[in-house]
């Protein structure tokens, strides 16, 4: 087994944050990246997204995927929302930054949403993604606009690099 410690958001109680024990010495630094806890669906995919500075992705979600995020390069600015209608945190987020030298992680469970901005000249965002049956690929995603006023997230940028699906997601 590996040491790690972890602590819930202050702000959404359900995400959670891991900070692993590392190793380092003149070769680098090696750590373990957490695993699933056993009350999670066992159906897994591991994803990487290669950024370059100032690329945002997201806000992109759904209801029944569990993702555990990393960075395994660079630097980026994490936002997760609560995009849960019942929940008493609903539309509220939090922020971290993830990097390859902090080592943490970021748990987030279905329902919330999730947007990244890269902070370095380039950035990996590596993220597993656990669900229960079929697999929710991008298109049947929900996707929010970044700067949605309702949510009033304080991103820092103003004018970021943007796909089209980002440009285009829909108001809460």
């Not at 090696?30 to 806890?37: K, L, N, V």
């Not at 395994?72 to 993830?98: I, K, N």
């Not at 987030?108 to 890269?118: A, D, M, S």
């Not at 669900?131 to 995603?141: C, F, I």
């Amino acid at each position: 087994m590996f040491n790690y410690s972890s602590r819930r958001s202050e702000i959404l109680n359900d995400i959670k944050i891991f900070q692993p024990e590392t190793h380092t010495d003149y070769r680098g630094t090696m750590w373990t990246h957490w695993e699933w806890p056993m009350d999670t669906p066992t159906n897994k995919i591991s994803k990487f997204t290669n950024s370059r500075k100032n690329v945002l992705r997201g806000l992109h979600g759904d209801d029944v995927t569990w993702k555990h995020i990393t960075c395994a390069y660079g630097a980026f600015y994490l936002v997760v929302v609560d995009y849960r209608e019942d929940s008493p945190t609903y539309l509220e987020w939090d922020s971290f930054t993830l990097d390859d030298k902090n080592c943490k992680s970021v748990l987030v469970p279905p329902g919330f949403l999730n947007g990244h901005l890269c902070l370095t000249d380039e950035c990996v965002f590596h993220y597993t993604q656990s669900y229960p049956d079929e697999y929710v690929d991008w298109e049947e995603q929900i996707s929010v606009r970044w700067d949605d006023p309702m949510l009033k997230i304080n991103w820092p940028i103003d004018n970021p690099i943007l796909s089209r699906r980002d440009k285009n997601g829909k108001d809460t």
